[in-house]
């Protein structure tokens, strides 16, 4: 389990290095930028951060182009991250650690997080980046060399407010979707239509059903915007205002409180039309896609885990010690009744270990053919190959384990513009224990054979999301 040594890894900046092509060659009709937001979980004088979710942003580019590809890796310069890195050490509060400092220090600041800028990016048309973390505001980077702008809100967001790392863009319209929480004592659900300038046009707001943690990823479906919450409590909560525990030490499910599904009209002025209590067991991190069906419900596919295990499993001592628990992961199919909020059906379409699905841009919110995946061989290791699910018959979905010691980020799919729907590629960021170096590799998305594979110039941090930008 090499990929351990990632946790500690600190990350090297570099600006505009042209990569090595190791293997194969750069296909021509590969044109554009990926984008990758990383995670820096690196010791600092105190320690680690306490948890993989709250490390620093460092935000991967490589630009394809006239059969190069350029690469700049530099951090996200959040304020928690410049106070931080001049002190040598983790200050603010997190799902992982409390407040730094004496007593009545952490009493004060129990709930004094940063925004890391972790989890995902969203390029825009007027020259910028979101790197985005779902617990605050979207931070605004440069595309050309990764600086750091600020924090922004959309023209709309209010400092309490959340944006998801999961925006969706309509296909057909261009408009960008997403969603996010604002906590307090009366919890929030919130949607968003944006521009492709980074501009909020229009937002609605519903209140929240009980005390409901987390909003990580949504589905688009048609018309249609669903946020599925899965109901949390804290425990003790007098001891994280005491700064004794840390926020994600002591969250919980509360089963009792069911599945509250809320769903969204975007033809309807983002109109509120059903918000409803499933009783059910089950959670979900990542919706692969979703569509309607021909009698007007909305089928998505999603990754089901039975509980909230594998969030607990990302706490640094606990990868370091443990590795990945058997997270014991579903590939299933959900059936949604859009006007009443019901969550009809729930059937398994796979049984892998896979996370991170993703589909054709042509497909968001339409039904797909292909969906892919990075898939995992040993229940305790990290994600080691890659699959392409065939939707109508996930019994000839194709499968590619790579070598031991070879780990993969998730696989991005990159359409030929001068070839047939479907035919592509699809890219993502090797580390190869056995050698200790990152690669990038892309792979034919049909025969999931290699390309091309280029070299890293440096070791790249653990990540979780990225995008690919085609040339304009």
């Not at 410049?82 to 002190?87: L, V």
């Not at 407010?161 to 261009?174: M, N, Q, R």
Request: aromatic share 12%.
């Amino acid at each position: 389990m090499s990929w351990k040594k990632l946790l500690s890894l600190n990350p090297i900046e570099f600006i505009d290095q042209q990569l090595a092509i190791c293997k194969g060659e750069l296909p021509k009709g590969l044109r554009g930028s990926l984008y990758r937001n990383t995670v820096s979980t690196k010791k600092r004088r105190n320690g680690y951060p306490g948890h993989l979710f709250d490390g620093d942003g460092v935000v991967l580019k490589i630009e394809f182009k006239e059969g190069r590809a350029i690469a700049t890796y530099k951090f996200v310069q959040s304020e928690g991250f410049i106070n931080e890195q001049q002190r040598d050490e983790y200050i603010y509060a997190g799902l992982g650690r409390t407040y730094s400092g004496n007593f009545l220090t952490k009493i004060f600041n129990s709930f004094s997080f940063k925004n890391p800028a972790n989890t995902s990016v969203l390029p825009l048309r007027n020259g910028e980046l979101l790197a985005l973390w779902e617990g605050g505001l979207p931070t605004n980077i440069k595309k050309n060399n990764l600086s750091t702008i600020g924090l922004t809100n959309g023209n709309s967001l209010q400092n309490s407010d959340t944006f998801s790392a999961h925006p969706k863009i309509d296909p057909k319209s261009g408009m960008i979707y997403n969603v996010g929480l604002t906590h307090g004592m009366n919890q929030m659900v919130n949607v968003y239509e944006m521009n492709q300038s980074g501009q909020i046009l229009r937002r609605n707001s519903t209140q929240v059903n009980g005390r409901r943690f987390m909003l990580h990823d949504f589905i688009l479906a048609g018309d249609y915007l669903i946020a599925i919450m899965y109901s949390q409590f804290v425990t003790d909560f007098h001891k994280i205002l005491l700064g004794r525990k840390s926020l994600g030490q002591d969250v919980l499910n509360d089963e009792s409180q069911g599945i509250q599904v809320f769903v969204f009209d975007k033809s309807k002025n983002l109109q509120l039309i059903a918000n409803k209590i499933n009783y059910l067991k089950f959670n979900v991190w990542h919706y692969s896609n979703g569509y309607v069906d021909q009698s007007g419900n909305v089928v998505s596919q999603a990754i089901t885990y039975p509980n909230y295990e594998l969030y607990e499993s990302f706490f640094i001592e606990n990868l370091l010690k443990n590795g990945l628990i058997d997270s014991k992961s579903s590939y299933d199919r959900l059936i949604i009744n859009p006007l009443t909020g019901e969550i009809l059906q729930k059937q398994q379409i796979l049984n892998d270990y896979l996370e991170f699905p993703v589909v054709h841009d042509d497909d968001v919110g339409q039904k797909q053919k292909f969906t892919y995946a990075v898939i995992q061989q040993k229940k305790d290791d990290w994600f080691n190959g890659i699959i392409r699910i065939d939707e109508e018959n996930p019994q000839n979905s194709q499968r590619r384990y790579y070598q031991q010691e070879q780990y993969l980020t998730e696989a991005l799919f990159i359409q030929d513009k001068n070839k047939q729907k479907g035919e592509g590629w699809l890219i993502f960021i090797i580390f190869d224990g056995t050698v200790d170096k990152s690669f990038v590799e892309i792979v034919d998305a049909l025969s999931l054979q290699s390309v091309c594979l280029l070299q890293l110039p440096q070791l790249i941090a653990p990540s979780f999301h990225g995008r690919f930008e085609y040339e304009q």
